[in-house]
């Protein structure tokens, strides 16, 4: 059974930064691509970032586009996002997810991925 959990998140002050996790077990990661989306209280859950399995393809959304820099480590099955200069928009429940991709394809949609975490909180102070 796929597992995703998330960790990292926590409060933060305006312009600061933090790094989240994700480590994923349950199955063989070869091809999948990672995600990250976040949902604010009231709000949809939206996009934030995503990688292909080899790290050559990446999306952000661009809301986060030049604070926020996602990652992965394949042998260690985790991805990693991380964001800087945060500011109290930011302030949302972040959720890892994944879906079998290939070699290639960094999806953006919500609808496109078939394994999510739990999500962590992340609190942003002005």
């Known amino acids: 059974q796929v597992q995703l959990v998330e960790s990292g998140g926590g409060l933060a002050q305006a312009g600061g930064s933090l790094r989240l996790s994700c480590a994923a077990s349950?199955?063989?990661?070869?091809?999948?691509?990672m995600g990250w989306f976040r949902q604010a209280l009231g709000r949809e859950r939206e996009f934030v970032a995503a990688?292909?399995?080899?790290?050559?393809?990446?999306a952000y959304a661009d809301s986060v586009k030049g604070r926020v820099t996602i990652s992965r480590v394949n042998a260690k099955n985790t991805v990693y996002l991380q964001m800087n200069n945060l500011n109290p928009e930011d302030t949302a429940v972040y959720y890892c997810?994944?879906?079998?991709?290939?070699?290639?394809?960094?999806?953006?949609?919500?609808?496109?991925?078939?394994?999510w975490g739990q999500g962590t909180q992340v609190t942003v102070s002005s």
């Open positions: 349950g199955r063989t990661f070869t091809g999948y691509a």
């Open positions: 990688i292909s399995f080899g790290g050559a393809s990446t």
């Open positions: 997810a994944t879906v079998w991709k290939g070699f290639g394809g960094a999806p953006t949609e919500r609808s496109e991925y078939e394994y």
